[in-house]
T-cell receptor, first 113, second 115 residues
């Protein structure tokens, strides 16, 4: 089983709809992140959480919200999806030590029509 | 604020030739640098990192990277490229002493290795 699992893998939704992307991990890491990837822009941080009670906005949090239901689960919601939120979304985890940086999920490809 | 620049959107190289993917960074204090690779329909995979010590860092799949503090660069290299190295490569940085682990990524460089 993957260390970081994202569901769904692909999703097409209509403008104005609410959608949730889910992430679960078996790494035992406290720190979890949501990034979006756009061609030429690399990965940009949406939200991050250092533990269940610590949630922080990243550089592009407008239009998104998150929920840290447990140490292992971190969900990203689009309350009212818009077409420019079409992107590839990645969840990642890390430990606070000098490790490998992040462990990434396989991504969710979201298309808003 | 920290930043990463990958000046080439795409690098084309013939199989067996040397491969270089460029990265420059800006960060307060000493950097903690990473290279990740992304294959189609996959998440990013760790290749190598630089913290301190030897400026030449060796990583997975025969890749290495050279840290140059004066040029604030961390270029990724492979002496002999394989077709299977074709992928999207990301450089990332954070301050060595930082409150959290938040990495800043470059825009990515697509590598195409031709047979």
């Amino acid at each position: 089983d993957a260390d970081v699992t994202q569901t769904p893998r692909n999703r097409i939704t209509k403008t104005g709809k609410r959608i949730m992307l889910e992430c679960s991990q078996t790494k035992g890491h406290d720190r979890m992140y949501w990034y979006r990837q756009d061609p030429g822009l690399g990965l940009r941080l949406i939200y991050y959480s250092f533990d269940v009670k610590d949630i922080n906005k990243g550089e592009i949090s407008d239009g998104y919200s998150v929920s840290r239901q447990a140490q292992a689960k971190f969900s990203l919601s689009l309350e009212s999806a818009i077409p420019n939120q079409t992107a590839l979304y990645f969840c990642a985890t890390s430990d606070p030590g000098q490790g490998r940086g992040y462990t990434f999920g396989s991504g969710t490809r979201l298309t808003v029509v | 604020a920290q930043s990463v620049a990958q000046p080439e959107d795409q690098v084309n190289v013939a199989e067996g030739n040397p491969l270089t993917v460029k990265c420059t960074y800006s960060v307060s204090g000493n950097p903690y640098l990473f290279w990740y690779v992304q294959y189609p329909n996959r998440g990013l995979q760790f290749l190598l990192k630089y913290i301190t010590g030897d400026n030449l860092v060796k990583g997975s799949y025969g890749f290495e990277a050279e840290f140059n503090k004066s040029q604030t660069s961390f270029h990724l290299k492979k002496p002999s490229a394989l077709v299977s190295d074709s992928a999207l490569y990301f450089c990332a940085v954070r301050p060595l002493k930082a409150a959290g682990n938040k990495l800043t990524f470059g825009g990515g460089t697509r590598v195409l290795v031709k047979p």
